[in-house]
């Protein structure tokens, strides 16, 4: 039976009750992170509370618990996650916390070797100076929609553009454009969520950010896409265009991640994620 962590306790999983006046449940008033567990570890649980806990700020919510009681509570619940690897989510909202992991089945080796189809999805439009730009809202219905509508054209993923038509992010992750230049990913600035791992290869300078206005990308050679869960994975094909570079660029990066863990993350991140 798995287990929970719900306002202050472990409990099995099929005891948590969300009250029907929940906030979150009724308005996505509330913020989640979501990390990837390896054989019962939690990685980069730091760099997750740190951004939960800034998102918690912006929005004027306080917890009852301090930020080492919730990292406790992550890391216990991950310990008793399903193996060989998880999805442990956090999820607040001003009333309940809550936290849950389910069985996760990352890329496969073939996807991380030549690259996974990916489209451009302009009509899902991300608002840079919209309040909740950045965070991981619970309001997350915009990236369900453009996820749903990428997976009919038989896509991984989309490419959203903000309300400059420029790039901001994926619906599930961030990206990085591979120009002549370099290896760019949109500021935060742009509306993008600032990911973890987009965080550790800024931190390493493996990556740059700048401004990607749409039409950089018939430039582009190769195209990434990154959030916890995977790491780092190449784009083979953007709409009708090949992305040549995408998995060379994609396995560099991946191998300095594996040297980039930050301290306390607890674990190293293995080359696939």
Known sequence: MSLSWWNGRTVDAEEVRIPADDSGFLFGDGLFETLRVDAGRPLDVPAHLDRLFAGLERIGLRLPEDRETLEQAVLEIGAASPRPV???????SRENRLITASPYDPPGEDQYRKGVFVVLLPEFRIDSHSPLAGLKSLSYQ???????????????????????SRVAEGSRSNVAVILPDGIYTPPASEGCLPGTVRR???????????RIPVKYLTDASGLLLMNSLIGVLPVSRLG??????????????REILLT??????????????
Not at 200 to 210: C, D, N, V
Not at 260 to 273: I, K, Y
């Open 86 to 92: 998880a999805r442990l989510r956090i999820t607040v």
């Open 142 to 164: 915009v990236n369900r929609l453009a996820t749903r509508k990428a997976a009919r054209y038989g896509a991984w993923e989309t490419v959203l553009l903000n309300e400059r």
């Open 200 to 210: 550790r290869l800024l931190e390493a300078r493996a990556i740059k950010e700048r």
């Open 240 to 253: 009708g265009r090949d992305m040549p570079a995408g998995p060379e660029a994609a396995a560099q990066l």
């Open 260 to 273: 980039a863990a930050p301290p306390g993350s607890g674990a190293r991140r293995p080359r696939r994620a």
